[in-house]
């Protein structure tokens, strides 16, 4: 879908290379990279690069016929004279092929869709960062972009705001979107990245699927830039309603190394499949073609459970939990994240990414396992 070749962009100084060194790169269609690297690696240039914002002094960029890739950066560039709802449908007004009316209807069913409504007729000095922000990416969503280029668009917010960015992200990556993203949120690139890519001094050093980059680099100094870096996120991470429920179990399917094993105490069945949606089958197709298995412990098992278990049995091993056993909430163990899910009134996931918590849970499990039949 977009495709650099050899680019190379450098910037005059005196005591180091700045900019963009001879980095080629694909982004292929609903692919989702996050960039990383160093402050002054070349991240920013790169991004401004793929966007058309920089004049390559060697080097090819390619979009295929008819695409359009939409840049946000850090900084909003919202118009202040406009309303929220004006911000959303000016592009689109000059420059779509499409009635007023549609392109009004699809700003508000945004609008709606990411709790913003009540925003609609603020001036953007009335709004936080947080929803600066969020309104921003909602323009570029607004152009029918297939790809998104955003621009460490969480680094000037506090860890509340934050949050909500990041959850509007992982909604789009759902959608499809292509999207190349500047990131220092470790966490966010493990849960929403097909690739990452990672730059040094302007020049791309790795383009690596996110599972490897993560659990399996050989790299010293890319490990310790790993291991630096998640020192500063946070321990616990929430995710609140549908849209994240489902984005976040996607995202999963999508960071898992393949012939993992999703460790699951007091499965609830159809709740679970009925909160995923239209989405589950995807997530059902994506499971199993990768071999990711779910080993479960439940009280009960639902249709498609049992269907799971006749179609595909060694890929979903049931066992039923005692009922002399409380049910001990429901908990899925991988690697070395725990998270807990809870389905009465708003559906929630709390994530929990400690190797320590993350072995007591999955000897607890063990223990249920053992028990069961």
Not at 162 to 191: C, E, N, P, Q, W
Not at 216 to 240: C, G, H, M, Y
Not at 244 to 272: C, E, T
């Amino acid at each position: 879908m977009l495709k650099a070749q050899n680019i190379t962009k450098k910037y005059p100084s005196d005591d180091e290379f700045r900019g963009i060194n001879n980095i080629t790169v694909t982004v292929n269609r609903g692919e989702v990279i996050c960039v990383l690297g160093a402050s002054g690696s070349g991240k920013s240039t790169l991004l401004r690069a793929l966007a058309g914002l920089e004049i390559m002094d060697s080097g090819l960029i390619r979009l295929e016929d008819g695409k359009l890739a939409s840049y946000v950066p850090q900084d909003y560039t919202l118009w202040p004279h406009l309303t929220v709802l004006e911000n959303l449908i000016l592009a689109p007004n000059l420059n779509l092929k499409e009635s007023k009316s549609s392109i009004l209807e699809r700003a508000k069913f945004l609008l709606n869709r990411f709790e913003l409504n009540d925003f609609a007729d603020n001036y953007p000095s009335h709004l936080s960062g947080g929803q600066r922000q969020r309104i921003a990416l909602l323009r570029a969503v607004m152009m029918k972009p297939e790809v998104l280029l955003l621009d460490e668009i969480t680094s000037a917010l506090d860890p509340e705001l934050t949050k909500g960015v990041l959850d509007l992200i992982r909604a789009l990556a759902k959608d499809g979107y292509a999207m190349v993203i500047v990131t220092h949120h470790m966490s966010f690139a493990m849960s929403v990245a097909d690739r990452i890519l990672f730059l040094k001094n302007g020049e791309l050093i790795q383009d690596e699927k996110t599972a490897t980059f993560f659990t399996a680099q050989t790299n010293r100094e890319i490990k310790s830039f790993i291991l630096d870096i998640a020192k500063r996120d946070e321990l616990i991470e929430v995710f609140k309603g549908t849209e994240q429920f489902q984005a976040y179990h996607m995202g999963l399917m999508k960071r898992l190394p393949d012939n993992s094993i999703i460790y699951v105490a007091g499965g609830v069945g159809d709740a679970w499949y009925s909160l995923m949606g239209e989405f589950y089958k995807f997530y059902e197709k994506i499971r199993i073609k990768r071999h990711i298995v779910w080993k479960i412990v439940s009280y009960t098992q639902s249709k498609i459970d049992k269907r799971l278990v006749k179609d595909y049995p060694k890929l979903n091993q049931f066992r039923n939990m005692p009922r002399n056993i409380q049910n001990p909430a429901n908990y899925n163990v991988f690697g070395d994240t725990v998270i807990t899910q809870i389905f009465q009134d708003e559906p929630t996931i709390i994530q929990i990414r400690n190797q320590h918590i993350a072995d007591a849970y999955l000897r607890f499990f063990e223990e249920l396992w053992d028990a069961s039949k």
